[in-house]
């Protein structure tokens, strides 16, 4: 917040507006790093409002996403379809588990529990990778 000589309340930064400038203006979006899960919501450190990237790298990154998307669900099809006809295929069992195991931890992650400390950096390093 920079405070005026005329005006006792002060005036945001640039990129923050609203009361106490906590909130990001438009063409800003908060950034900074996760630093803790508490209850149902992430909270970002020290609330920095930084610049939008230009809407044409936010398009490119989506479609990036998105074929990535496509590209391991067909790898997934592809394993589990090749693995239907052999008799041994340990690569899908652990596929089963491996994806088993990131779904009870998503499902843990969204109860609106007391979590110890150390139980939400697990959970939180969990959600990341």
């Known amino acids: 917040m920079v405070e005026e000589d005329d005006d006792p309340k002060g005036e945001c930064n ?8 906590a909130d990001c ?14 209850k149902q919501t992430l ?6 409002c930084g610049g939008c990237p230009e809407a044409y790298l936010n398009a490119l990154r989506l479609v990036g996403i998105f074929i990535l998307a496509i590209l391991i669900i ?5 394993s589990t379809l090749i693995a239907a006809t052999q008799k041994k295929s340990l690569q899908s069992i ?13 499902l ?3 109860f609106n529990l007391d979590w110890p400390q ?9 959600l990341i990778i």
């Open 118 to 126: 150390l139980v939400n950096y697990k959970l939180l390093f969990s």
């Open 43 to 48: 909270y970002l450190g020290d609330f920095i």
């Open 94 to 106: 652990y596929l089963r588990i491996f994806m088993n195991h990131l779904q009870l931890i998503v």
């Open 74 to 78: 067909m790898w997934m099809v592809r």
């Open 25 to 38: 203006e438009y063409e800003y979006s908060r950034s900074g790093t996760i630093t803790h899960l508490s």
């Open 108 to 110: 843990t992650a969204s």
């Open 14 to 21: 640039t990129g923050y507006q609203n009361v106490l400038c």
